[in-house]
């Protein structure tokens, strides 16, 4: 049986272009991960999808907090 783990991230993303910038550089470290974003979300989510018991959170927060985003991981 696959193991499938979620996470939800609260960002500051303003736009479609932020996002993929976002998904580029994230993909490029996490080709397994299904990466996506609602910016219809007053929240702007970052959703990070994996087929594995784990994520790496804080990673992905440091990459987000690198390119310039806030990132907090939603419990």
Known sequence: MQIKTV??????????????KAIAFLLSLY???KINFD????????????????????KIIHCMVGLGYSCERIE
């Open 31 to 33: 080709q397994n991960y």
């Open 39 to 58: 910016l219809e979300d007053e929240e702007k989510i970052l959703r990070v999808e994996a087929n594995q018991p784990e994520i790496e959170t804080n």
């Open 7 to 20: 996470e939800i991230f609260k960002t500051n993303v303003r736009n479609e272009n932020d996002t993929n």
